[in-house]
C-alpha cells in the first residue's frame, strides 16, 4: 500500500496518447489496469500476459464499462483459463458475474468446469462461498457426476437452502420409480435441516414406504409435519386421530411437542379441550406448544395464560406473549408492569413488556421511561422504541402533569418539535 501511494506511473494526461508500459513490473502494471483510462487499462491488458498473476484483474476488466477494454479482457480469459486456475479464480469469477456485463465470465467458467472430473470439482463442494457451492453442484447435478446417494449426504450436509433443495431434488429424481431408496432415504430422512427432511418423507410415497412418514407427524419443523400428513393421508390414514390419541394423555412424559402443535394445524376448535391441560405439562416444550396451539386454533384464554408468563421457560412466556398480545388492552397494567421489574427473570422482563408497550397509556409509557437506563442494552432499546411510539390514548385523561414530566425526561429522544406535538397531543402546554 505504501509503494502504491507513493508511486506515479508515467501515464500521461487526459487527452494524450498512454505512454509505453512495456517497462512496468507486475505490481506496477497491476496498477494500471486499475487506472481511471481506459487507454490505459487497454495497454495494460496486453501487457499483462507476461504475468500470470495478473488474471484476477483481467477477470474483474471482462465487466468493464468501456467497451474495447471489455472485449480484450474476454479474449484473453478465453485464452488463459483452464480447469487448474478456474477452480481457484471460481469465487472472484462468480461474484464479478452479478455486476452488469459479468455474465461472460460465468459462462467461461461454466464452460471450463464441465470439463474438469468429479474429483477436481469436488474442491468447490467445501467452498465457504454459497454461491460457488451452487454453481458446482448444478454442474455435477447436469453433468451427473455424482452418484444419488451422494447427492442425498450433500443435500443433509449442506447449511444452504437452494444446495439442499437442488441436492435432494437431484438424488430422488435420479433414482426413478424403481430406485435403490435404501441408500438415500436414510441421509435424507435423518437430515437436520427441514427442507431436506421433508423431501425425503414425501419421497415415501413413491418409494413405496408411506407407513414410516407417520413418525414424522410429530417432528419439530411444521414442513416436514405437513409432508407425512399428505403421505399418510394417501395411505388412508387419519393424522388428526393420531395427533389426539397421544394428546390424550396430559401427564405422559414422553409427548413429542410436535404432536401438540400438529393437533392444532389440522384439528378443530373442539380439540382446544386436548391442549389446555397441557399448559401444565412438566416439560417446557409441551407447555410451549400448547399455547402455540391455542392461539393457532384462536382459543387462548388470557384468564387461563396469564400465570404462564411467569414461567421459568422463556419459549413458554415467548409464546404466551405471542397469544395474550390480541388481549393485551384487558390486561392489568400494574401487573404487566410489576413483571418488568429487574428483579424479574430477563425473558419475563421482555414479555411483560412487550405486552405493556401494545397496551399502551399512561403506566406504558412510565414503564418505559423507567427503562431508559436499565443495565440490558435490548431493553433500554426497546423501551427507547417505545417512548418514541407513545401517543396519548383518545379515552385517556388530558392534562396529566406526569405525561409532561415522563416526556421531558426523555426529551434526548425527540426533536424540539416533536416533542412540542406530543404535549400539545396529551392535552400540555408545550
Not at 409441551?286 to 402455540?292: K, L, Q
Amino acid at each position: 500500500m505504501r509503494e502504491a501511494a507513493c508511486f506515479r506511473p508515467p501515464f500521461p494526461p487526459r487527452g494524450k496518447h498512454p505512454a509505453d508500459l512495456a517497462q512496468l513490473d507486475e505490481s506496477r502494471l497491476a496498477l494500471a489496469l486499475c487506472h481511471r483510462d481506459g487507454r490505459i487499462r487497454q495497454e495494460a491488458l496486453r501487457q499483462s500476459v507476461r504475468y500470470p498473476g495478473l488474471l484476477p484483474l483481467v477477470v474483474i476488466r471482462c465487466a468493464d464499462w468501456a467497451g474495447p477494454v471489455r472485449e480484450h479482457a474476454r479474449q484473453l480469459l478465453s485464452e488463459a483459463l483452464n480447469v487448474d486456475s478456474a477452480l481457484d479464480l471460481a469465487p472472484l469469477i462468480l461474484r464479478v458475474g452479478r455486476r452488469d456485463r459479468g455474465a461472460f465470465g460465468v459462462d467461461v467458467l461454466g464452460q471450463i468446469l464441465r470439463q474438469a472430473t468429479r474429483d477436481r470439482l469436488a474442491a468447490l463442494f467445501a467452498d465457504p462461498d454459497r454461491v460457488v457451492r451452487r454453481f458446482a453442484y448444478r454442474l455435477a447435478v447436469e453433468g451427473r457426476l455424482l452418484r444419488p446417494a451422494e447427492l442425498a449426504h450433500a443435500a443433509a450436509r449442506d447449511q444452504d437452502t437452494v444446495v439442499q433443495d437442488l441436492c435432494a431434488t437431484a438424488a430422488l429424481t435420479a433414482l426413478g420409480d424403481e430406485g435403490a431408496y435404501e441408500d438415500v432415504l436414510p441421509p435424507l430422512l435423518s437430515a437436520r435441516n427441514p427442507r431436506t427432511r421433508s423431501a425425503g418423507v414425501t419421497a415415501l410415497r413413491r418409494a413405496g414406504r408411506p407407513e414410516q412418514a407417520e413418525p414424522f407427524l410429530s417432528d419439530r419443523s411444521a414442513l416436514v409435519r405437513a409432508c407425512a400428513r399428505y403421505v399418510v393421508r394417501q395411505q388412508g390414514g387419519d393424522p388428526e386421530a393420531w395427533y389426539r390419541e397421544r394428546c390424550t394423555a396430559p401427564d405422559d412424559p414422553d409427548l413429542p411437542p410436535g404432536a401438540v402443535i400438529g393437533l392444532a394445524e389440522c384439528g378443530n376448535r373442539a380439540d382446544a379441550g386436548l391442549l389446555r391441560p397441557l399448559l401444565v405439562h412438566p416439560a417446557a416444550g409441551v407447555r410451549a406448544r400448547a399455547v402455540a396451539g391455542l392461539r393457532e386454533l384462536d382459543c387462548a384464554d388470557a384468564e387461563r395464560l396469564r400465570p404462564l408468563l411467569d414461567d421459568p421457560a422463556a419459549g413458554v412466556v415467548r409464546e404466551t406473549a405471542a397469544a395474550l398480545l390480541p388481549s393485551a388492552k384487558e390486561l392489568p397494567a400494574d401487573w404487566l408492569s410489576e413483571r418488568t421489574g429487574s428483579e424479574r427473570p430477563r425473558h419475563v422482563r421482555v414479555g411483560a413488556f412487550r405486552l405493556l408497550d401494545v397496551r399502551g397509556g399512561i403506566v406504558a409509557l412510565r414503564t418505559a421511561v423507567g427503562l431508559l437506563d436499565d443495565p440490558d442494552i435490548k431493553l433500554r432499546t426497546w423501551a427507547a422504541q417505545s417512548v418514541q411510539r407513545w401517543h396519548p390514548a383518545p379515552d385517556g385523561r388530558r392534562g396529566d402533569a406526569e405525561v409532561g414530566e415522563l416526556l421531558d425526561r426523555s426529551r434526548h429522544l425527540f426533536s424540539d418539535h416533536v416533542l412540542r406535538r406530543r404535549k400539545w397531543e396529551a392535552g400540555l402546554d408545550g
